[in-house]
């Protein structure tokens, strides 16, 4: 047994390079070896030794009715996992075994292990530049672009969050690489199949051909490498992959994946945080859901796609009696696209066959819902098919509740097929028999206790108590005897029994048969399907997003060119944690005011204020309401942000170099139709060094003159308000009462620059212990009155000589003359 589980595991390390193989023994999966070792390790069990005189070995294992939960287990963790079952009843001789399952975290299928979001294999290979390939197999869906920069390839690959990356060799080999890779993306990172020729044979496999969108050799490696690697985890079949979709970054939205994290689209910044998507996950299918992730992952940047989703949003808002008619009807769908992509392979059991003809049996009613309607309504109604001769051939078909497997009996509606009701019929009649047998042979012998009974070992049997065995009949053939009691046979009963066994067993396998032609026959339907299940997945999430805006009070949004004006914004997020004590705030952006500098004490809401109006554009160009009571918003090609401070302890990098590389990103990358997010930049570093990063900063975007909202704590930088029109200050209102020593905050936004920054007072707030912030206040003052030199000189090397007139510099002179006479600090 251990040779032939050593020359598997070397069989699957050839396919699936360290896996962990499962080898069934009896009612256990086993490991051996390293694999013991890890499995245990992993999973925190027990680790044996199997020992001889020859050899020993560690050992470690699972039951069988725990795989399931410990697959889950080891996949989450990033493991591999092979499984070998048992493919023949145990005997005298070594029992044959087979890989039947090879797991990964980015190739399951099966629902149990999966989530009801996306589950993306990717592959990256290099070229002119890069190549991504994406593929979900739970779905079917399969896209790739190309890329010239690294930094467009990380934005993507944040985007879509893969479970599992495929490297190519010139990149894995790559160490540095690797590190900022393995620091920047949690996924598992596994080996694949680059070699061009390789790649082209796999694509013609799976798709007929090579597509002619691929049209360069990384575009060609990557997407043939993602397919040999899934077709290896699915042994060969990939029938749910129809075709490759080319998409272009740049026909998007443009979110690299720092604002993503920063705006929490998807991922919260604190445990147990709410993300956006969280607030937004009205929806009533799985389908729905992913179609919601990637409508935020990838918002619109055509007017008029925006404006038809904004349409049928405000349909929807306005139609209660349509909206909670069309929820209701999706609320008792099941996941269509991921039935489609199991009815593709082959692979889909009789209740998900059932679940498939139930949900299909909905969408007529969904299109007739949306009879008369037009724009992307009317779109939606044209592809929501619901194919009613599929769900007569499976009505037809099955049984109305079928069970789990094929193999389990009482699967195919009586009438279906005739050869298989005369099997069944024939098999009825030997049961009737024997069940009229308990009652014939009571009145035959007299016993009127004599039961029939049946179990595994015996089959059927007669029962007789010890109290009536001088009755039993001379044709009773005794097969056990109990304690108070007997258990017998009769020919005519074995000649029963195995006629039952025989037709109850040929029906079965006809059964299968019928059931196998039938999903067959299904497969043929999986392109029609998927366009249902997308139709489907759409009317879903404009459904949700009218909901949402009718409970909330969100408003739509004017699509206009070149400004920005939203009327008492809120933060989606924010305001739901607050439950209705969220303070709103206005937001204008235009060329007279394009650059809005924003200054204010810790806590009073300078994040939140900045996130209001990033999450308020983004919800635009998705097609969604916003939360505010009014909102006039133009297309931005891209949204960055810099917020928050993190560091990049694998890849060597501090905070403040982290900064400066995402600083650095979004300098590059803003034009005039950007919408820049910026907060506290340069705080990590020195106060002057941090100063002049922070002016030179934002005169460059100023430049651009990119909508940017900069927040900071460098009071220095309000004074650019004078020398550079468009750019104008703003602050959050907070007040001090000195004798109760509190700080209020208003968390309103209002014209102007802040006179402090109350950092004691907020230190007093966070709990420093009182002698602590009453000596912070002396050394501020003392700081305040001595520190006039160091003010100055901050002042000195912040200014732009060059563009200061004469009178002007006469005036700046002279301010600092009249502050350093009468002992007050320079303005």
Known sequence: MLTQYVQMRDEVEAQLPNALLLFQCGDFYETFGEDAERLSRLLGIALTHKSSRDFSTPMAGIPLRTLDNNVERLLQAGVRVA??????????????????????????????????DENYLAAVATGDGYALALLDISTGEFR??????????????????????????????????MADFQARFPAMLSPGNFEEAAARFELNTVLGEVPGTLNNAALVRACGAVLGYARATQQGR?????????????????????????????????????????????????????????????????????RARLDAVETLTRAADLRGAVRALLYRAHDLERLAARVATRRATPREVASLARTLDLLPDAARLLDGHEGLLGGVRARVNGLPEVVLQIRAALVEDPPM???????????????????????????????????SERERTGIGSLKVGFNNVFGYFLEVTSAHLGKVPPDYRQIATLKDRARFTRPDLRDHEREIARLEGAAGRLEQEVFTDLRDGLAMHADALLEAAGAAADLDVLSALAEIAVERGWTRPETVSGFANIV????????????????????????????????????????????????????????????????????YDAIHTRIGASDDLAGGRSTFMVEMSELAAILHAATPRSLIILDEVGRGTSTLDGLAIAQAALEHLHSTRAHTLFATHYFELTRLETDHPGLINLHVAAEEDADAGSLTFYHQ??????????????????????????????????LNTQGDDQKLTRELATLDLSRLTPMQALEVLHGWQRALVGGKTPV
Not at 757 to 779: F, H, Q
């Open 83 to 116: 499984v070998a079952d048992q493919i023949e009843e145990p005997g005298g001789a070594l029992v044959d075994r087979k890989v039947t399952q090879l797991l990964t975290p980015g190739t399951v299928t099966e629902e149990r292990h999966l989530t009801a």
């Open 144 to 177: 790739c672009a190309a890329f010239h920069t690294r930094s467009v390839l990380y934005d993507e690959l944040g985007r879509w969050r893969a479970r599992e990356v495929l490297l190519a060799p010139e990149l894995a080999g790559n160490a540095a690489l």
């Open 238 to 306: 990939l029938e749910m992959v129809r075709r490759v979709l080319r998409f272009e970054p740049g026909a998007h939205m443009r979110l690299p994946d720092a604002a993503a994290r920063a705006l929490e689209i998807f991922a919260p910044q604190a445990p147990q945080g709410m993300t956006l998507m969280d607030v937004l996950s009205e929806t009533r299918t799985a389908g729905g859901r992913r179609r919601l992730r990637a409508w935020l992952r990838a918002p619109l940047l055509d007017e008029l796609s925006v």
């Open 405 to 439: 497997r094929a193999g389990d009996g009482g699967l195919i509606r009586e009438g279906f097929h005739s050869e298989l009701d005369k099997l069944k019929a024939e098999a009825l009649a030997h049961r009737e028999w024997i069940a009229m047998l308990e009652l």
């Open 568 to 635: 008492q914004a809120r933060h989606p997020v924010v305001e739901q944690s607050a439950r209705g004590r969220f303070v709103p705030n206005d937001a204008l952006l235009d060329d007279s005011r394009h650059t809005l500098l924003l200054t204010g004490p810790n806590m009073a809401g300078k994040s939140t204020y900045l996130r209001t109006v990033a999450l308020c554009a983004l919800l635009h160009q998705i097609g969604s309401f916003v939360p505010a009571d009014r909102a006039e918003l133009p297309v």
């Open 749 to 782: 936004v209002i014209p102007g620059a802040a006179r402090q920054s109350y950092g004691v007072e907020v230190a007093r707030l966070a709990g420093l212990p009182a002698p602590v912030t009453a000596r912070a206040a002396r050394l501020l003052t003392a």
